[in-house]
């Protein structure tokens, strides 16, 4: 199930920045570009947080 | 720029009157990504946009960005962590050590009156999104008062619950910025590279010709003064001069197994303070050229016309995560002057403060100054940290005085702080000189103003004179 999330919330990330990509690249228009950017953060925001806190803390505890 | 906004909440303040052990220490990990976030915040969005207005040229804007943010580094690396990793001390238990604790409650009240402009021109900025939906008119360049009764009420309640929020859930919303801080950089970025092509960049080796005559003209707006060169560097290099020179970033950087990880903050820099500033400066530009060069200056509808929702809501997010760990540190600062005063109440009249101050837009259109002013105030503090850890053994002046000679009040360090500033106000006034450019003379001054009224007025091996 974690994995799933984690997947789920690359995916989001990977939605806000991919699609400018390819409106620099010309291959979609900026409506295309606002609408994938708005999907992915909800994607990000809906799933990272159940994963993401738990990882710095981990990162954390690994550190100390 | 931004306050401490991640990883340094009430969880992990402690050791607040002791150094820190070395079990409590952090690994490298924590600091890379700490300044990472927390130099992508809702400032970024107006500094950028403030230097394409300020008509500063490509070149200039580069290689100042460049240079400026390398000095910051050097700073945090060969200054504020060598110090922290030896005393392992809270900034404010180094204060008072040093001036007594007297002294270091005038700091506080400063340092949150600071924190609550700061934080208000953050609920201004996050006002300026939140405003797109109910048509506001939206503040220009020369807008110092507030726009309409509209603005005030969208600015009130932002204030509002960013100040709820912050009297209830502050580990809550340091775990948020957690979540939100790769996020808000891949925004900036994205929208940047989105709104290129209608600068006419549809390749990247056309980037250099088209920022040239496009956005970073070396043309100010009408009514702006010009930057050059200098103003971009000392900028980069003091925008956080409270943090680095001024030793606030000692209660961060006393947590690092090595000083080395001072170096660290390279990551915020060359983030926040470069990728992010280019970002939004190119947005700017693009607001410029689609509006006809209006003088309308507001983030939110800036974001808003490159990125859509995301946009938008990067603006809010940025702008409430800046705003929002300040307004709790404001009054973590102010509960050391009125210990008796439940943190509730203290949280309270800081927010109330901050949300009256986030209706006047003149502290986003005066950022530039205002953080400036920000870091030279709480400099000279930072100026006599350095100086009593490095040069007060050589001149014979007691270390820690405070400590060591039970001094509640420092009349060395409070004259050195007037003396300074009141110097650096006689440079700006009587010689003209920018308030970017205030920083390395007046740090000098600091220094040297320090160990002369140290050495007068509290000499070795004798009672106070004062």
């Known amino acids: 199930m974690k994995i799933l999330l984690i997947i789920i919330s690359y995916i989001g990330l990977a939605m806000s920045i991919v699609p400018s990509v390819l409106v620099f690249l010309g291959k979609i228009d900026m409506q295309t570009n606002t609408t994938l950017m708005a999907v992915g953060m909800v994607l990000w925001f809906g799933t990272s947080p159940f994963w993401i806190n738990k990882k710095t803390d981990k990162d954390n505890a690994a550190d100390n | ?466």
């Open chain 2, 1 to 466: 720029m931004s306050p401490q906004t991640q990883n340094t909440g009430p969880a992990v303040n402690e050791y607040e009157r002791e150094p820190v052990p070395a079990a409590a220490q952090k690994g490298w990990r924590s600091f890379l990504g700490m300044y990472a976030g927390e130099h992508t915040a809702g400032t970024e969005f107006v500094i950028g946009p403030l230097f394409v207005a300020h008509g500063v040229g490509a070149f200039d804007f580069f290689a100042g960005l460049i240079l400026g943010n390398i000095l910051a580094v050097l700073s945090w690396g060969l200054m504020t962590a060598p110090i922290a990793t030896s005393k392992r001390m809270t900034l404010y238990y180094q204060l008072e050590r040093i001036c007594g604790y007297k002294m270091v409650s005038i700091y506080n009240v400063v340092n949150a009156l600071m924190f609550c402009f700061l934080a208000g021109s953050m609920i201004a900025v996050s006002a300026t999104a939140v405003g797109i939906p109910f048509n506001l008119t939206m503040p220009t360049l020369t807008t110092w008062l507030p726009t309409s009764v509209g603005w005030v009420l969208v600015v009130l309640l932002i204030g509002f619950l960013t100040t709820l929020v912050a009297i209830k859930g502050y580990n809550q919303v340091a775990r948020f910025a957690n979540v939100a801080a790769p996020w808000m950089i891949l925004i900036f970025m994205a929208a940047a590279l989105a709104i290129l092509p209608e600068l006419g960049v549809t390749r990247f080796s056309d980037f250099w010709a088209v920022a040239n005559k496009v956005i970073w003209t070396g043309i100010p707006l009408e009514g702006v003064s010009k930057f050059s060169f200098w103003h971009v560097l000392f900028f980069a290099w003091f925008c956080n001069m409270a943090m680095h020179i001024g030793m606030s970033d000692l209660t961060i950087l006393r947590y690092a197994k090595s000083w080395k990880y001072g170096f660290l903050s390279f990551s915020g820099m060359f983030i926040g303070h470069f990728i992010a500033w280019i970002s939004s400066g190119i947005l700017y530009a693009a607001f410029l050229q689609s509006s006809n060069f209006s003088t309308e200056f507001a983030p939110g509808p800036i974001a808003y016309g490159a990125a859509g929702v995301a946009g938008a809501v990067c603006v809010v997010v940025a702008g409430w995560s800046t705003a929002n760990p300040t307004i709790y540190r404001a009054g973590l600062a102010l509960q050391g002057v009125f210990p008796k005063m439940k943190t509730w109440k203290v949280t309270a009249w800081v927010g109330a403060v901050t949300t009256i101050a986030a209706c006047f837009p003149a502290l986003v259109m005066k950022l530039l100054d205002f953080v400036a002013l920000y870091g030279l105030v709480l400099m000279p503090m930072g100026a006599v940290i350095f100086a009593d850890f490095y040069l007060s053994p050589r001149y014979g002046i007691t270390q820690e005085m405070a400590y060591n000679r039970n001094i509640s009040f420092s009349y060395a360090t409070f004259f050195t702080w007037l003396i300074t500033l009141a110097v650096c106000l006689g440079l700006n006034l009587g010689f003209g000189i920018d308030i970017f450019f205030l920083g390395l003379p007046g740090w000098f001054i600091a220094v040297f103003t320090f160990l002369i009224l140290s050495k007068t007025i509290y000499p070795k091996g004798k009672e106070a004179l004062v």
